[in-house]
């Protein structure tokens, strides 16, 4: 009995911990366009409206551009500049406040047998629009992903994992938050796709970490040079 006991309580300190988080629920609907220049070189646009669940409905918007490059079969680079809208809580008030972010990446691909497997390095700048030297942000972000690529089945399972560490890649002082994924990318035709995503966003070495539970889907058209 004592056994059962003991084995108890880490289940209903983790309910406890759970309760002690702000937990926010969220909508990130995006659409995106890909356009491909050449065979290994695609320009890219989208834009994402972000609602939630706490508070003021709206929370974020953005748009984005920027440049892909098939490096060879499994490595592709690439960069890219977004524009966003947040609001923000300024003593009483709420305003909007424009940020500019921008991205340089590097994705590598690998295919065994019905699995693919996804590593993505990513550095980000993100600061005030109109005072660049005014809350800069630096990040750099490592993604792990893994599908599933099922026969017959157009929505292959997608997983994935992504960290986030601030000013450099030391995981032990700067590691502040993670985001993991989970669910599919639909293709439609040749030419678009529809992606559907559950994700799960906590921040971490703060006392009262923030939890987001996210629906996020992207609606994406590509084009092909004639």
Known sequence: MKIKASLLIPFFSFFTLV????????????LGIDYSITKNINI??????????????????FYEIGLKIKINEFIQSGFGYRGLDQLQDVGNNQLHK????????LTGTYNFKKYNFLLRLQFQQKNRAGNPDLNTMDYFRTKFELTRDIIDWKADPIIGIEFFT????????NFKKYRFSVGTKLNLNELNSLSINYVFQKEVKVDSP???????????FSFKRI
């Open 19 to 30: 309760g002690q988080n702000e937990e926010i629920y969220e909508n990130w609907s995006s």
């Open 210 to 220: 923030i939890l987001q539970h996210i629906l996020s889907l992207n609606y994406n």
């Open 44 to 61: 890219y646009g989208s834009g994402q409206l972000r609602i939630q669940s706490v508070g003021d409905i709206y929370n974020q918007s």
């Open 98 to 105: 424009k940020f500019n972010r921008y991205h340089v990446f």
């Open 166 to 173: 601030k000013e450099n890649l030391n995981f032990n002082e």
